[in-house]
C-alpha cells in the first residue's frame, strides 16, 4: 500500500526556520515526483512546486520561488520543505502528494495527511 | 497561470445528481486530458476521484463520473449522499514535462 507519513504540527515565531517532512513507502519513491500544496485556513489549494527524488530537479511555481526549497532524500525516501525565514502568512497546511504519470497524463494519486504550520508574529 | 473556474457551492437532496463546472483556458483545461478531480472533506488530506477527465481509481464509487467540453470540465455525482458532502477541487497543468499544475477554486457540495 502506498503511503506518504508526514510530520507533525508546528508551531513557530516569524523569522525562525522549519523543515517538515514527507516519508513515502510501499513504492519505489526514487521514481515518483513529489509535489507540494499549500491550504492556507478556509481557503482552497496551491500548488508549490515538485522534485524527483531519483536527481533531486525541481520546479517551483513562480509565486514561490525563493520563498521555500523543496528538497529529498532518497535513500530514507523522504521528501523536504523548509523555510528559512518564516512569515505570519505562511500559517497553512502543507500537503505532499505523490505525482502519477499514466500514457495520457499525469496526476495526484496519493497524499500525505498534511501538516499544520502556525506562525505568530 | 490563474486558478481554474469553480462555482463557489452546488447543493443537491440526496439521491439527485449534481454537476460540477470547472473552466479554463486551451492552455490547461482545454488540452487533452490532464484534468484531475480532488474530494476533501473538513479537515482532511484530499482524495483523488476521477483522472485523464473521466476514469475513476480503484475504490471509487461509480456515483462519481468526468467529462469535457472545450476549455470546461466536469464532475457529476449522482446519487447524492450524505457522504458526499465534501469540497472538490478539479486540477489540470500545462505541460507533463513542467508538471505546473493548477488547481480550481473548489466547490462545496451541501446535502440537503
Known amino acids: 500500500e502506498v503511503q506518504l507519513v508526514q510530520s507533525g504540527a508546528e508551531v513557530k515565531k516569524a523569522g525562525e526556520s522549519l523543515k517538515i517532512s514527507c516519508k513515502g513507502s510501499g513504492y519505489i519513491f526514487a521514481n515518483y515526483w513529489i509535489g507540494w500544496v499549500r491550504q492556507m485556513p478556509g481557503k482552497g489549494l496551491e500548488w508549490m512546486g515538485t522534485?524527483?527524488?531519483?536527481?533531486?530537479?525541481?520546479k517551483y511555481r513562480p509565486s514561490f520561488e525563493g520563498q521555500v526549497t523543496i528538497s529529498a532524500d532518497k535513500s530514507i525516501s523522504t521528501a523536504y520543505l523548509q523555510w528559512s525565514s518564516l512569515k505570519v502568512s505562511d500559517t497553512a497546511t502543507y500537503y505532499c502528494?505523490?505525482?502519477?504519470?499514466?500514457?495520457?497524463?499525469?496526476?495526484?494519486?496519493?497524499w500525505g495527511q498534511g501538516t499544520l504550520v502556525t506562525v505568530s508574529p | 497561470q490563474s486558478a481554474l473556474t469553480q462555482p463557489a457551492s452546488v447543493s443537491g437532496s440526496p439521491g439527485q445528481s449534481i454537476t460540477i463546472s470547472c473552466t479554463g483556458t486551451?492552455?490547461?483545461?482545454?488540452?487533452?486530458?490532464?484534468v484531475s478531480w480532488y474530494q476533501q472533506h473538513p479537515g482532511k488530506a484530499p482524495k483523488l476521484i476521477i483522472y485523464d477527465v473521466s476514469t475513476r481509481p480503484s475504490g471509487v464509487s461509480i456515483r462519481f463520473s468526468g467529462s469535457k467540453s472545450g476549455n470546461t470540465a466536469s464532475l457529476t455525482i449522482s446519487g447524492l449522499q450524505a457522504e458526499d458532502e465534501a469540497d472538490y477541487y478539479c486540477?489540470?497543468?500545462?505541460?507533463?514535462?513542467?508538471?505546473?499544475?493548477?488547481f480550481g477554486t473548489g466547490t462545496k457540495v451541501s446535502v440537503l
Open positions: 522534485i524527483f527524488p531519483f536527481d533531486s530537479d525541481t
Open positions: 486540477s489540470s497543468y500545462t505541460s507533463s514535462t513542467i508538471l505546473d499544475y493548477v
Open positions: 486551451s492552455g490547461d483545461v482545454g488540452g487533452l486530458s490532464y
Open positions: 502528494a505523490r505525482i502519477h504519470c499514466s500514457s495520457t497524463s499525469c496526476y495526484l494519486d496519493n
